[in-house]
């Protein structure tokens, strides 16, 4: 059962557009929502998170908005790079599971030059 | 400072033998993560320890799966007998604190069973 449903599973986006993935769950005890990203031959690496007091965390290019009634959170690219072409994993947690992450399937992201 | 170390890189080896993967988590992390990762089935947590006591393995697929973490530098991931559905890359992380913080992820072992 996938707790955490991640969308699209592949996306591709023109140099210096905007690349969205999506991300949906249903415990409602989540209160952990990080992104990682995951270059090939690479172990992921944290991107950003966020907790759910915030709709919105912006870091550079990546943001992370969140909507606590919808159970969904997405990552926004701004000016997408080819650089930023990697998997990119969402994922979830909350105390009650001894904060143990909950992984979406994850997208894998072409930016083309 | 040398950020979680994981070996071998890669390993292939035949059906019914057995397999040890090893990692060293970042010096001062006192939470380490074993993760399996296939296209299928994504990144999945086998075991995760806190202070070198496993605290959940409700992850590790069947008895053929044992993990150890003999002191807070050292773990193993041991697979026997080995079965090529276990081809995945097996990736350690580990964290400061419970694991509610970043996790570190090593560059992973890709293991081939024949």
């Known amino acids: 059962q996938q707790q955490v449903k991640q969308s699209p599973q592949s996306l591709i986006v023109q140099k210096g557009g905007i690349s969205i993935i999506n991300c949906a769950y249903e415990?409602?005890?989540?209160?952990?929502f990080p992104w990682y990203q995951q270059f090939p031959g690479k172990g992921p690496a944290l991107l950003i998170a966020?907790?759910?007091d915030v709709s919105e965390k912006k870091e550079g290019r990546f943001t992370i908005s969140f909507n606590k009634s919808a159970k969904q959170f997405s990552l926004h690219i701004m000016d997408s790079q080819p650089g930023d072409s990697a998997t990119y994993f969402c994922a979830a947690s909350n105390a009650g599971n001894n904060r143990k992450l909950i992984w979406g399937l994850g997208t894998s992201l072409a930016v083309n030059p | 400072d040398a950020g979680v170390i994981q070996s071998p890189r890669h390993e292939v080896t035949e059906m019914g033998q057995e397999v040890t993967l090893r990692c060293k988590p970042i010096s001062g992390h006192n939470s380490l993560f074993w993760y399996r990762q296939t296209m299928m089935r994504g990144l999945e947590l086998l075991i995760y320890f806190n202070n070198n006591v496993p605290i959940d393995d409700s992850g590790m697929p069947e008895d053929r799966f044992s993990a150890k973490m003999p002191n807070a530098s050292f773990s193993t991931l041991k697979i026997q007998p080995s079965e090529p559905r276990d081809s995945a890359v097996y990736f350690c992380?580990?964290?400061?604190?419970?694991?509610?913080?970043?996790?570190?992820f090593g560059p992973g072992t890709r293991l081939t069973v024949l």
């Open positions: 992380a580990s964290t400061r604190g419970q694991s509610y913080n970043e996790q570190f």
């Open positions: 415990n409602t005890a989540f209160d952990y």
């Open positions: 966020i907790r759910p």
